[in-house]
T-cell receptor
């Protein structure tokens, strides 16, 4: 079936280090979204990125549709970046599938 | 801007009782609404997708009898968890989409957390 695979499952960094999160898809995708899930569970939309590279502050998202992958780069990580990062893809009209998430822990 | 309000944020219900949650789209027309569940320690699973002018489509392991959904207009949807038991606990999320040429951006609510006791 359609799958979204995220890696790594968890990541521990020292504050100031960079993080690279990956997302791969088993079928062709229409778009890619990256979310940060708050401890209470709600989602913060980081990027809607069907293709190419997008920047937002210390965050960069790059999607390469042909290779069915997307990445989220966090530069100069801070302790407040700790949490769960989810990628999601809509593989056909309106149906969005989530990855299992990357649990990021940034140490002071 | 586009916003999705979801409520209640949290419900504690007794085993065997039901819980209804609602999703309100503001600032756009929600031609599609997707309901998800995140069980403890898991990612979000799609329960069902409701698209205007189409029948509501449920994913495997989820049924209309257990999770009836209403999508009466382009700004509102509700879903009920009937006869909730421990395995139904988790965070329920609605995502409302507009589709269109720019692709399908889903705007998500804050989630409704179901605790079953």
């Amino acid at each position: 079936g359609q799958q979204v695979q995220q890696s790594p499952a968890s990541l521990v960094l020292q504050e100031g280090e960079n993080a690279e999160l990956q997302c791969n898809f088993s079928t062709s995708l229409n778009s890619m979204q990256w979310f940060y899930q708050r401890p209470g569970g709600s989602l913060v939309s980081l990027f809607y990125n069907p293709s190419g590279t997008k920047h937002s502050g210390r965050l960069t998202s790059t999607t390469v549709i042909k290779e069915r992958r997307s990445s989220l780069h966090i530069s100069s990580s801070q302790t407040t970046d700790s949490g769960t990062y989810l990628c999601a893809s809509d593989t056909n009209a309106y149906k969005v599938i989530f990855g299992k998430g990357t649990h990021l822990h940034v140490l002071p | 801007g586009a916003l999705v309000y979801q409520y209640p944020r949290r419900t504690i219900c007794k085993s065997g009782t039901s819980m209804r949650m609602e999703c309100q789209a503001v600032g756009f027309q929600a031609t599609s609404v997707a309901w998800y569940r995140q069980s403890p320690q898991k990612t979000f699973e799609l329960i069902a997708l409701s698209t205007v002018n189409s029948a509501i489509k449920y994913e495997q392991n989820f049924t209309q009898e257990k999770f009836p959904i209403s999508h009466p207009n382009l700004s509102f949807s509700s879903m009920t968890v009937l006869n909730a038991y421990l395995e139904d606990r988790g965070l329920y999320l609605c995502g409302a989409g507009t589709g269109g040429n720019s692709g399908n951006t889903l705007y998500f609510g804050e989630g409704s957390r179901l605790i079953v006791v």
